[in-house]
């Protein structure tokens, strides 16, 4: 698990996306908002309340809790926009707090990976509660905001400028005790405390953490992947896992002074982990679609026999 300014790796290693639009005055976006508050006081008007995010969600309408809090970077920005209620000063934001009371599903493993990947824990200043800190520069705020809409947050976005780059960088603190809490049970490590190895996860579950990981942590370059991690025990159970995925060559060192790093830079052992952990390809959920896109185009030029490989052409 690393911090946060690792983020400003990724404006240099992770793969090139459209620019985040966000122009009020821009006629196209406003439509969009103003359909995104129509549908707000819509839902408002089914329920007979103000829709929290999972409400929203559960009505299918043709955008996302998550895309209108991206658009108005908070749900309370976007309610006050449609004149509904909002969250008053000093209360909780809603979150569903007990998402990570039991890890019984692909998409909780998915997260858990994801933020032990990169995310931080710092416990407040004179108290015993912690602060679950997330943050991505906008090439990858999928991360931030994917799993924002996965937990029902109502926790507020913030953009902010980069430190060392001109790419912004959108941000999450969590702090309701009983959501830390069970993340903490399910193996989240508690700030300052040994974590040797990853948590236990069920086998059935095993990849999506493993894509959860990589995909938050592991980045992928011209020579494979290159995945530091905090300790030789999570280096050798990555390669362990990498070996039952058929992968003959992951290698685990520790260069001086540096992370350990697990690396698989053989073309079949990459297709072999990729064919795993991606077992409907770019279709796999939950997934950040550019890293596995990314992976099917390194294959095609890099493997020997990329004609028996069906999906480079997706």
């Not at 913030?158 to 603190?173: C, P």
């Not at 069920?202 to 990589?214: C, D, H, K, S, V």
Request: charged share 25%.
């Amino acid at each position: 698990m690393t911090d946060d300014p690792s983020a400003d790796i990724d404006s240099i290693l992770a793969s090139e996306l459209p620019e985040r639009e966000f122009d009020p005055a821009d006629s196209e976006m406003g439509q969009r908002r103003q359909r995104m508050i129509e549908l707000l006081q819509e839902a408002a008007d089914k329920l007979g309340r103000t829709p929290s995010m999972g409400d929203f969600n559960e009505l299918e309408y043709e955008v996302s809790a998550g895309a209108i809090k991206h658009t108005f970077e908070s749900w309370d920005a976007a309610k006050a926009e449609a004149g509904l209620e909002t969250i008053e000063r000093g209360t909780v934001a809603a979150i569903n707090e007990t998402y990570f009371r039991a890890i019984d599903s692909p998409e909780k493993t998915y997260w858990l990976g994801t933020l032990i990947g990169r995310s931080s824990m710092q416990r407040h200043p004179g108290s015993e509660n912690y602060k679950l800190s997330l943050g991505r520069v906008e090439d990858k705020a999928y991360f931030v905001i994917a799993f924002a809409e996965a937990i029902d947050s109502e926790y507020s976005l913030q953009w902010v400028n980069g430190s060392k780059s001109d790419k912004q960088q959108v941000q999450m603190n969590i702090t309701n005790p009983t959501f830390v809490n069970y993340l903490l049970a399910a193996g989240y490590p508690e700030p300052d405390a040994d974590q040797p190895s990853f948590p236990e996860i069920p086998e059935e579950y095993r990849t999506a953490f493993i894509r959860g990981f990589l995909e938050s942590s592991g980045y992928f370059t011209t020579s494979g992947w290159r995945i530091s991690v905090d300790t030789t025990e999570r280096g050798e159970t990555l390669q362990e896992w990498f070996e039952g995925f058929g992968a003959k060559r992951p290698s685990v060192s520790q260069p001086k002074g540096k992370p350990t790093q697990v690396r698989v830079t053989n073309a079949f052992d990459i297709a072999s982990v990729f064919e795993s952990l991606y077992p409907e390809l770019l279709d796999t959920e939950p997934s950040w679609t550019p890293y596995p896109k990314q992976i099917i185009e390194f294959l095609a030029e890099e493997h020997p026999y990329p004609e028996n490989l069906e999906y480079v052409d997706c």
